[in-house]
Nanobody
Framework: VQLVESGGGLVQPGGSLRLSCATS????????MYWVRQAPEKGLEWVSS????????SYANFVEGRFTISRDNARDTLYLQMDSLKPEDTAVYYC????????RGQGTQVTVSS
């Protein structure tokens, strides 16, 4: 199983980023997938979930309509579109096969700063 995140970077407050997670080694469309994050000196925190069909999804309260999770089962790839980013969104973002991040990739750093 491989989960490889990309798309992070440095962005100003109010900016946008689109994270991707390329997967392999398992039947991607059979799995709920998750984004979790870890801010500096904090534990892992669930961000969003999506079912195998892409028809059901949910978000943590702090997202407040700013993020959109999606998936492309033909490409075995998970996405997270993040808009209206805030400094408190600064974290390493991971895609995961479980909501607590036990089975996650190496992560991609997102830094929101002016």
């Amino acid at each position: 199983v491989q989960l490889v995140e990309s798309g992070g970077g440095l962005v100003q407050p109010g900016g946008s980023l689109r994270l991707s997670c390329a997967t392999s080694g398992f039947f991607f469309s059979n799995y709920w997938m998750y984004w979790v994050r870890q801010a500096p000196e904090k534990g892992l925190e669930w961000v969003s979930s999506i079912n195998g069909y892409g028809s059901e999804y949910s978000y943590a309260n702090f997202v407040e309509g700013r993020f959109t999770i999606s998936r492309d089962n033909a490409r075995d790839t998970l996405y997270l579109q993040m808009d209206s980013l805030k400094p408190e969104d600064t974290a390493v973002y991971y895609c995961s096969r479980d909501p607590v991040g036990r089975d996650r990739g190496q992560g991609t750093q997102v830094t929101v700063s002016s």
